[in-house]
């Protein structure tokens, strides 16, 4: 007479068989979670970030803001434009550069620069900002998004590679530019 | 006929299906729910079926690559025949979708067709709205233009704001540091297959429910659900004044469904494909971006919230609309149905309704943005000019040239981001204009640093003229007292 507190042949292989189906799945989910998240481990890891030429330092007149465009240092063969970037360069003067992101800090709409008025304005929800990247007006909660930048060999380059967004990211400094 | 019966007979004792299909449509329903009030979910279900078809049309031509995308919209407008009304259909048919959904969602709460025991077709039915918003924002990045391309900017952008998981999220969205080729080849993946994948699941539940647990009755005033008396009064009112489901009541959701596929078609055939718009360059800047029809209501709101309000609201509103809706039919499972005796159901329905709707016609003109080119081509029209001096002439260029027409309008033309200044020597005085000018204010830039004292001297005198005829303007008391003292301008 078989106990009823006794595990039965068939029972023991149901549940041997959950078991093994159990080690399997977890087994093919560490690929899978990897595959799945590995545009965030390579961020992690900086892959991302390059040093980018913008053009000689003498392509920008000092005291002027102009739109330079560049290339995404991390291309995927079926990117086509999307790899092509923009960004406004001012020259203050001399080897003074600052260079911002064409995202807007609130949205990341695309801003223009309107030297008579000395402003950057977003054509999406308002925000305006002055000509040193603080913000002046609308939504944004802080100036524009500035890319590190150095002088090299009289070749102007910046670090760039990811999206600039408001939330905290590795492409901008946290530099905040002071509210006129 | 011997032949066919036979047939049908062949498959039948094989598949088994004949008499539960024969019960499910005999089933009776209540004789008033045969009503046009409730043909919305079936219409929703007919145009969804139609995305289906569409959809995979337009898959037949369609390259999900962002090098290819946007070249292949335009065979399909222009070269393939009939393309441009299969991406129409299917464009339109989002639009109704979406408009369905929502109007059966309303009609289902104001029928109180949520209550007991109806509690989680409601559940299954929110997650159906969920994924039809879903469908709807990825189906507007598949049309890979500008305003896709800036579309997941403003997704990205929001996403970032998640606190701590922000630049993870971003990119397990993005696929990558930058909106790029893997952006929209998971995008394709989420509208093609895991979406879809998951409504059909889902509308097959929210349909099995509705069958196993009857149409909601019409809802009559003071007739109360009570979970221990509800299901025996429903099943005798279906027994005492029931009606098999078909042909009884099914004609009229045939009819219904049948009219929208023709709405869709005469809109599809009237207006056309949606874009796409320009080429996804992100070096073009030129371009204003727009979300679709059914976000222009989200659009206005993050123009309109304070700054420091938008973060919360974004990232906590929508999960306290969620959560809201599914666990009202857990807060009031019980009760009146009848939208007669529940004013407080119809009043929020009005509020959200009045609400998204003046959201929406706000962004149909987007008072919030300046206007980029109204400096250069709305001219200060000339009656503003007629009998000015040559320093006021002088600070209406300035006035043109500094961009302040971009945000202020003058005789209805210009920007309106900034209040008009048609009359506006009548609200500000002479010291007021300079120090707005000067410092800003009030979400206006601060021009002390691009106008010279000349340049501000000529736009006050052009400002101090703008006043309604015989409407004398501003001026500070405290002037004429001094001036009457000593003689002199302070």
Redesign the interface.
């Known amino acids: 007479m078989p106990n009823e507190n006794r595990i039965s042949r068939r029972g023991l292989f149901m549940k041997l068989g959950v078991l093994f189906n159990g080690l399997v799945a977890t087994a093919l989910a560490v690929p899978i979670v990897r595959f799945l998240l590995s545009s965030v481990t390579l961020g992690h890891a900086g892959a991302y970030l390059t040093w980018v030429s913008l053009g000689r330092v003498n392509e920008f007149p000092e005291g002027e803001t102009r739109l330079a465009t560049f290339r995404n240092p991390y291309v995927m063969p079926t990117d086509g434009q999307t790899v092509d970037t923009a960004c406004w360069v001012r020259r203050i003067e001399g080897d003074q550069f600052q260079v911002f992101a064409i995202n807007c800090a609130h949205l990341g709409c695309p801003v223009r620069w309107f030297p008579q008025s000395g402003l950057f304005m977003c054509p999406c929800h308002g925000g305006a900002y002055y000509r040193d990247g603080s913000r002046a007006s609308g939504p944004p909660e802080r100036g524009l998004f500035e890319y590190s930048h150095k002088i090299e060999n009289g070749l102007i380059t910046i670090q760039a590679g990811e999206l600039p967004t408001p939330g905290p990211s590795a492409a901008i400094t946290g530099k905040n530019p002071p509210c006129a | 006929m011997r032949i066919i019966s036979q047939i049908g007979e062949w498959f039948d004792r094989r598949l088994q299906l004949a008499a539960p299909i024969r019960e499910v449509a005999e089933h009776p329903v209540p004789r008033n729910t045969a009503s046009w009030w409730y043909v919305f979910g079936s219409a929703a279900l007919t145009v969804f079926i139609l995305q289906l078809v569409t959809g995979i049309l337009l898959a037949l031509i369609y390259v999900p690559?962002?090098?290819?995308a946007w070249s292949s919209l335009q065979a399909l407008n222009h070269d393939v025949t009939l393309g441009w009304f299969i991406r129409a259909m299917h464009g339109w048919g989002s639009n109704f979708m979406v408009a369905l959904v929502l109007i059966h969602m309303v009609q289902v709460f104001l029928f109180g067709a949520y209550k007991f025991p109806r509690e989680l077709t409601w559940i299954v039915g929110v997650f159906l709205l969920l994924m039809t918003l879903g469908m709807a924002f990825s189906g507007q990045v598949l049309r890979f233009d500008q305003d896709a391309?800036?579309g997941l900017?403003?997704g990205?952008?929001?996403?970032?704001?998640?606190p701590f998981a922000?630049?993870?999220i971003?990119?397990?969205m993005?696929?990558?540091?930058?909106?790029?080729?893997?952006?929209?080849?998971r995008f394709f993946a989420l509208h093609v297959f895991v979406i879809p994948g998951m409504l059909i699941g889902f509308v097959c539940l929210h349909v099995l429910m509705v069958l196993k647990l009857g149409i909601n009755e019409w809802p009559m005033p003071g007739r109360v659900v009570k979970r221990a008396t509800y299901l025996s009064e429903y099943h005798e009112l279906t027994k005492k004044d029931g009606a098999p489901f078909v042909p009884y009541a099914i004609w009229k959701d045939m009819f219904f469904a049948a009219f929208i596929l023709i709405a869709v078609a005469a809109c599809a055939l009237y207006f056309g494909p949606f874009g796409p718009t320009g080429?996804?360059?992100?070096?073009i800047?030129?371009?204003?971006?727009k979300p679709d029809y059914f976000f222009l209501w989200l659009?206005a709101l993050?123009?309109l919230?304070p700054?420091?309000m938008?973060t919360p609201a974004l990232l906590i509103g929508p999960v306290v609309a969620i959560v809201g809706l599914l666990l009202l039919p857990f807060f009031s499972g019980e009760g009146e149905k009848s939208w007669r005796r529940r004013p407080i159901a119809v009043l929020t329905v009005m509020l959200i309704a009045i609400t998204l709707g003046t959201f929406t016609h706000l962004a149909g003109f987007t008072p919030?943005?300046?206007h980029?080119n109204a400096?250069s081509s709305d001219p200060v029209p000339e009656r503003f000019l007629n009998g000015t001096t040559a320093l006021q002439r002088q600070g209406a260029l300035v006035f043109q040239?500094?961009?302040?027409r971009?945000c202020h309008s003058l005789g209805e033309l210009g920007g309106q981001?900034g209040p008009a200044l048609d009359s506006v020597a009548v609200r500000l005085t002479h010291d007021q204009l300079i120090r707005q000018v000067i410092q800003?204010g009030g979400?206006?830039?601060?021009?002390g640093?691009?106008l010279s004292p000349p340049e501000t001297t000529a736009l006050v005198a052009f400002l101090e003229t703008l006043h309604p005829e015989g409407q004398a303007p501003a001026r500070e008391a405290a002037h004429d007292i001094v001036l009457r003292e000593t003689g002199t301008r302070p």
């Not at chain 2, 040239?401 to 302040?404: F, N, P, R, S, T």
Request: net charge positive.
């Open positions: 690559s962002a090098s290819e391309y800036w900017g403003i990205a952008s929001i996403a970032s704001r998640v922000g630049p993870a971003v990119k397990l993005l696929g990558g540091p930058i909106i790029a080729g893997a952006t929209l080849s080429r996804p360059d992100p070096t800047i030129q371009t204003v971006p659009y993050l123009s919230l700054p420091s938008e919030w943005s300046p980029m400096w040239a500094k961009q302040c971009n981001r800003g979400n206006m830039p601060a021009y640093k691009n």
